[in-house]
């Protein structure tokens, strides 16, 4: 038996420059608008108020959410994706409660090397007292309670920030055939693209 030489901290991946988004375009638009033709069109997402600008832009860009009763079944449902159609696929949810929903589906995706790519919506302020804040305030961090089982996750807490972590997570998911998790948080989905 092969020992396994994984190793979990990802490679730096030099990204091209970004192209200019269009006047008016969300963060969530421009992240997504740049990675549709490299994923999967099915995206596994269970809709809540911190995720829908991520929602809203992936139905513009030609995506087609699905929308499964818990964030359980999404991450199973992107994990079985993943696996069929050999491609990264993108899966949104909510920060704490929806990214804890479905760590055994993270774990499942972990284990037999598909491509999910977790994009959670987090709260706007961190420290307000949100029960959904997902980066530590009253709870744990979901970016550091999912880097055991991704090869890479990140908290994208500006606009550039956010559209080239969603690049690179596709990018390293792809590569690494493994899953990855960045958190946005609502204000900066919303904001204008760099």
């Known amino acids: ?5 994984l190793k979990l901290q990802a490679p730096l991946v030099v990204l091209p420059q970004l192209e200019a988004a269009p006047s008016g375009t969300t963060v969530a638009m421009a992240a997504l608008r740049q990675v549709a033709r490299e994923v999967h069109r099915l995206v596994p997402t269970v809709a809540g108020g911190n995720n829908m600008p991520l929602i809203e832009a992936a139905y513009a860009v030609g995506l087609q ?6 964030e359980t079944g999404a991450g199973f449902m992107a994990n079985g994706i993943a696996w069929e159609s050999n491609r990264p696929t993108l899966c949104l949810v909510i920060t704490s409660v929806g990214v804890f929903g479905l760590m055994q589906a993270l774990y499942a995706a972990y284990v037999n090397r598909r491509p999910v ?5 987090e709260v706007s302020g961190i420290g307000r007292g949100s029960v959904q804040a997902g ?8 970016t550091q309670a999912t880097r055991p089982l991704t090869a890479w ?12 972590s969603i690049r690179r997570a596709v990018q390293i998911a792809g590569e690494r055939r493994l899953p990855v998790h960045v958190n946005i948080p609502l ?3 919303k904001a204008g693209a760099p």
């Not at 790519?117 to 919506?121: A, M």
């Not at 996750?153 to 080239?164: D, N, Q, T």
């Open 153 to 164: 996750s990140v908290a994208a807490i500006s606009a550039e920030l956010a559209v080239v």
């Open 135 to 142: 980066e530590g305030w009253d709870g744990p961090s979901v």
């Open 65 to 70: 959410p699905v929308h499964p009763r818990s």
């Open 1 to 5: 038996m092969r020992k396994s030489n």
């Open 187 to 189: 204000n900066v989905q």
């Open 117 to 121: 790519v977790l994009i959670s919506g």
